[in-house]
């Protein structure tokens, strides 16, 4: 499965943009899916997750309330909505896939990776 991750921009603070993560070569539909983001100088960190069914979805502390992440399995894509964003959401933003049912918020458990898309807050 490639996964291709799209919609990253430069918005400024308090602002909104959606990333999209579409699934070729393969269906994600019975898998967790998540998102992961790493600004510059630091290690890649967790955001968002989905189980299969979309029932579960944690997220990080810093983005709960703000950031809202979906799944269109008809589409296999998976969606993160970002709302009041902030200077320190900064990051390349990354979707990944684990061959399992259950959201995870490790990075370690994901099995496959998209290439990244950048999102840039301007203060």
């Known amino acids: 499965v490639q996964l291709q991750a799209s919609g990253g921009g430069l918005v400024q603070a308090g602002g909104s943009l959606r990333l999209s993560c579409s699934a070729s070569?393969?269906?994600?539909?019975?898998?967790?899916m998540g998102w992961f983001r790493q600004a510059p100088g630091k290690e890649r960190e967790f955001v968002a997750a989905?189980?299969?069914?979309?029932?579960?979805?944690p997220y990080a502390d810093s983005v709960k309330g703000r950031f809202t992440i979906s799944r269109d399995n008809a589409r296999n894509t998976v969606y993160l909505q970002m709302n009041s964003l902030k200077p320190e959401d900064t990051a390349v933003y990354y979707c990944?896939?684990?061959?399992?049912?259950?959201?995870?918020?490790?990075?370690?458990?994901?099995?496959?990776w998209g290439q990244g898309t950048l999102v840039t807050v301007s203060s």
């Open positions: 990944a896939g684990k061959y399992s049912v259950s959201a995870g918020t490790i990075r370690s458990q994901y099995d496959y």
């Open positions: 070569g393969g269906t994600v539909r019975a898998y967790a």
């Open positions: 989905i189980s299969w069914s979309g029932g579960s979805t």
